[in-house]
T-cell receptor, first 111, second 112 residues
Framework: DQQVKQNSPSLSVQEGRISILNCDYT??????FLWYKKYPAEGPTFLIS?????DKNEDGRFTVFLNKSAKHLSLHIVPSQPGDSAVYFC??????????FGSGTRLLVRP | NAGVTQTPKFRVLKTGQSMTLLCAQD?????MYWYRQDPGMGLRLIHY???????AKGEVPDGYNVSRLKKQNFLLGLESAAPSQTSVYFC???????????FGNGTRLTVT
């Protein structure tokens, strides 16, 4: 049973618009959440994280929102750029130090 | 500064053969992880280590063993490879329990 779910396998947006990637989780013990970006033939690279004591964290064009009651987080990219085209993974951690990943969403930003 | 280095980059094994994947990090990180990535399934945790000499099971540990004899190295072993272990394997390390993981570029393993 997947504890971290990304229900949209793919997303296509126009350059300059907002990209919104969504992630749901089932384990209420998760208290640390991260987003990673992955290009083909490379390892995932860290984008942004959020602790469960916050509901929002920003870093430049990237903002992560956390809704604990809904067990939902989202990543907003504004404005989207063609170089943002990649697979995005959300991940969650509890006190056992295991980082559990979702299945990923492939983002395509059209010029 | 190399970060996380995985060797080899590619390998083809026959069913029943054994092999060891090596992960080395030069960031003095305490925690290290092994993941596998399969199409449509994201990254699944195989084993991890929270310090030198420690190991723990992840989500999909069966068929794999690990060792962390030195802080900078984390070895993943397949004793008797099976076609179901065909995958891309990623190693990662982190400074602590609430720190981002830094990943290597992966090892593509095919078992025929």
């Amino acid at each position: 049973d997947q504890q971290v779910k990304q229900n949209s396998p793919s997303l296509s947006v126009q350059e300059g618009r907002i990209s919104i990637l969504n992630c749901d989780y089932t384990n209420s013990m998760f208290d640390y959440f991260l987003w990673y970006k992955k290009y083909p033939a490379e390892g995932p690279t860290f984008l942004i994280s959020i602790s469960s004591i916050k509901d929002k964290n920003e870093d430049g064009r990237f903002t992560v929102f956390l809704n604990k009651s809904a067990k939902h987080l989202s990543l907003h990219i504004v404005p989207s750029q063609p170089g943002d085209s990649a697979v995005y993974f959300c991940a969650a951690m509890d006190s056992s130090y295991k980082l559990i990943f979702g299945s990923g969403t492939r983002l395509l930003v059209r010029p | 500064n190399a970060g996380v280095t995985q060797t080899p980059k590619f390998r083809v094994l026959k069913t029943g053969q054994s092999m060891t994947l090596l992960c080395a990090q030069d960031m003095n990180h305490e925690y290290m992880y092994w993941y596998r990535q399969d199409p449509g399934m994201g990254l699944r945790l195989i084993h991890y280590s929270v310090g030198e000499g420690t190991t723990a099971k992840g989500e999909v540990p069966d068929g794999y063993n690990v060792s962390r004899l030195k802080k900078q190295n984390f070895l993943l072993g397949l004793e008797s490879a099976a076609p179901s272990q065909t995958s891309v394997y990623f190693c990662a390390s982190s400074r602590g329990s609430r720190s981002p993981l830094h990943f290597g570029n992966g090892t593509r393993l095919t078992v025929t």
